[in-house]
């Protein structure tokens, strides 16, 4: 059956074409310019544009329509509010959506995370329309993409510092090429696609793991006898079970204007990923929202749970979100296309060095942008990069920057690949390879940060990337502005930023206890765990980039800080409470119970004068076990208990996270081994065998 793509692509969406046949050429006009022109609203044409989308969106089915935002839980919410507006005298029902409704709704700013901006009787904030980002229909519901905003002005939510730094970009870069020559070049914005990645696990499997359900991850389980050594999941071929479940999330997501595109098996058995086409940044992450939303929906619809959380599993890899950003001008030209002569593409070349002393001068707060209690478990496990920021260009790029820095001529040649085979293509190879060891890789044409967790929301993490490279054209352009000769001036400025960062630049393996020594010698920094990132946010030279750059105010990235390490403490405190319910409920009863079974067992054979050596041993064996367990588990509560009592937040995120990783983690291993040492249909809770490889 034909798939006519042209109907099914943005169907929900009230997109371009929307806007087009539905509004006047002033109402069009005016959202136009203020997504492509930065300009600000006109409250004169709400009233029109309102009634256009509610009539549209009453088409699509819609009956109630909703502010939808993302807070700082790290999710997107909003209050569902119906079309309906009262009955007329005759009963009848008014349908009613003005310009005010969709513009600003109000919420109770005090029930989200605030960091102290608001007090529970401080309770008012505004979600504001973002008319930058289209709004779309799930369901019989509108969506209205918006910031949330305090009662006082600050941000209390992701969108709110991405447009401001979206904007701030803009205008530093336009400075810039402006500067140089180009005075055709109207904007610059930044770009994004993400890859997705997640697990499935069959719902009646999962609904028997309480650490799944209430933690996202598994607290406890040993390793099957297989794994993911084989490598025969990776690109594998797909369950039909899975396949229909991927088909049903792309219709939506196509649907939605989504542009979803690849996907996969991943490493890990049960681990799978999808990854979208490039669109503009802000609507990008709208996008990733979008994407995390259907599959998991889509994923009970199937009778299956689609898990999130950065390390579900211990000993297979866990799931991250790549983050490939680009920037691209108002004619379309991507500012990170090398060209075939990248050594004389000088808008290629300043917008290179941007990033490179961008990202070495704020390498810890791009390292924080990428920080979850998950992503702690991957980062530097060799699986996913380091923990220490560092980029790669590879040896094509940086023999580029080294010939400007010093005066000497660029000699590698590109090469050509033949495999022998007459019938097979001679292709040409790219100019450099692909290091998957690196966080922050050229991989052509874009940037791809590789560190994300797979739970993150993409607003924050764009948000300093957006910052980084606006404050590098900044003081660039003040350069350039002020030269004879803008040109030379740019050159003299990438081959400067060029030695003075270099120590940025890694193209080797970066899973090696070398090169964290080496790293430690270039200075540059190691935070190997959220508690070491959080503190980033508050350091002097950093809240003075973060306001510089728009992204943060003062108040704005304190009450960033509070929240961090409020939301940490949350999310550990709920894992050792999950960890002690498992073993007092499920895991010591089940143990005690098959001790009592073995006693009894040998008792009677004793008394028939039948004795088992063997049965003897395991007994007395899986009794020391148990009595191990126990009192690993009274350890972890006590010490789980006295960091819960200490006052200081910092403090107490400190003594949690070494609660989890030597007691609980010592707790692990030993309920583990006891999961080895009973038979199956003892053990009270889903194996690994079951979560992994009963799709």
């Keep these: ?114 960091g102290g901006l608001r007090s529970t009787f401080e309770a008012r904030g505004y979600t504001i329309w973002d008319a930058t980002s289209p709004c779309f229909v799930i369901g019989t519901t509108l969506y209205i993409p918006t910031v949330l905003a305090a009662f006082t002005g600050e941000s209390l939510d992701q969108k709110a510092p991405l447009l401001r730094t979206t904007q701030a970009l803009n ?103 999808v990854a979208c086409v490039y669109s503009l940044a802000n609507i990008a992450c709208d996008h990733n929202h979008i994407v995390m939303d259907v599959l998991r929906k889509t994923a009970l619809r199937h009778g299956l749970v689609c898990l999130l959380h950065e390390k579900p599993f211990t000993g297979i890899n866990g799931s991250g979100k790549h983050n490939n950003y680009s920037l691209v001008t108002s004619e379309g030209e991507n500012l990170l296309n090398p060209g075939k002569e990248p050594e004389k593409n000088i808008k290629f070349l300043i917008t290179l060095a941007a990033f490179i002393k961008g990202v070495d001068e704020h390498a810890d707060l791009l390292r924080l942008a990428a920080t979850t209690a998950g992503n702690d478990f991957r980062l530097g496990a060799h699986e996913a990069p380091p923990a220490i920021v560092s980029m790669y260009l590879g040896s094509r790029l940086q023999n580029v920057l080294e010939s400007i820095a ?19 293509p001679l292709l040409k190879i790219d100019e450099n390879d692909r290091n998957r060891t690196s966080p922050f890789a050229f991989t052509g044409y874009k940037f791809e940060f590789r560190m994300v967790g797979s739970s993150q929301p993409l607003g924050f993490v764009n948000t300093i990337i957006n910052a980084l490279v606006a404050i590098s054209f900044r003081e660039f352009a003040r350069e350039l502005e002020a030269a004879e000769d803008p040109m030379a001036k740019a050159y003299e400025i990438v081959g400067r930023e060029y030695m003075a960062h270099k120590r940025i630049l890694f193209n080797g393996n970066g899973y090696t206890q070398e090169w964290v020594e080496e790293a430690r010698r270039r200075g540059l920094p190691n935070l190997d765990c959220t508690v070491k990132a959080i503190p980033a946010l508050i350091k002097p030279e950093n809240i003075e980039f973060l306001k510089r750059s728009k992204a943060l105010t003062e108040v704005e990235a304190r009450s960033r800080y509070e929240i961090l390490f409020t939301r940490y403490i949350q999310k550990i405190n709920i894992e050792l409470n999950v960890a002690k319910q498992m073993v007092e409920q499920q895991i010591l009863p089940a143990a005690i119970s098959y001790c009592t079974e073995l006693a009894k067992g040998n008792y009677y054979c004793e008394k028939a004068g039948v004795v088992s050596g063997i049965a003897v041993k395991n007994q007395r064996e899986l009794a020391a076990l148990t009595d191990e367990v ?66």
């Excluded at 010093?406 to 085979?421: D, M, N, Q, W, Y």
Aim: proline letters at 4%.
């Design 1 to 114: 059956m034909k798939v006519d793509f042209d109907s099914m692509f943005g169907a929900k969406v009230f997109n371009e074409k929307m806007m087009k046949e539905r509004l006047s050429n002033n109402a069009y006009e005016s959202l136009r310019k203020v997504r492509d022109e930065a300009m600000i609203w006109d409250p004169s044409v709400a009233d029109e544009v309102a009634e256009a989308i509610k009539t549209w969106a009453l088409e699509q089915g819609a009956t109630h329509f909703v502010h939808w935002f993302s807070p700082l839980t790290g999710t997107n919410s909003g209050r569902h509010d119906s079309f309906l507006d009262g009955v007329d005298k005759e009963g009848r029902p008014i349908i009613n959506f003005s310009g005010k409704m969709l513009s600003k709704g109000e919420s109770d700013a005090s029930s989200f995370p605030s």
């Design 630 to 695: 126990s009192d690993l588990c009274e350890d972890m509560k006590a010490a789980h208990a006295e960091a819960m009592a200490i006052e200081k937040m910092e403090d107490c995120a400190n003594a949690l996270y070494l609660v989890a990783k030597d007691k609980l983690a010592a707790l692990r291993s030993k309920v583990d081994l006891l999961e080895t040492k009973m038979p199956k249909e003892k053990w009270p809770v889903p194996t690994y065998s079951d979560l992994l490889f009963d799709l």
């Design 406 to 424: 010093t005066g000497s001529e660029v000699t590698e040649e590109s090469k050509e690949l033949l495999l022998g085979a007459k019938s097979l």
């Design 171 to 273: 205008k530093q870069a336009l400075r810039v090429f402006h500067a140089l020559g180009y005075s055709e070049m109207k904007s610059v914005k930044p770009t994004m696609g993400a890859e997705q990645e997640y697990f499935l696990v069959d719902k009646e499997v999962f609904d028997k793991r309480l650490d799944l359900k209430l933690a996202g991850r598994t607290i406890f389980g040993a390793m099957p006898a297989k794994g993911q050594e084989l490598g025969d999941h990776y690109y594998g071929s797909t369950l039909e079970r899975v396949r229909e479940f991927m088909r049903d999330v792309d219709v939506q997501l196509w649907q939605l204007g989504v542009p979803s595109k690849t996907e996969h098996n991943e490493v890990a058995p049960g681990q799978f990923e």
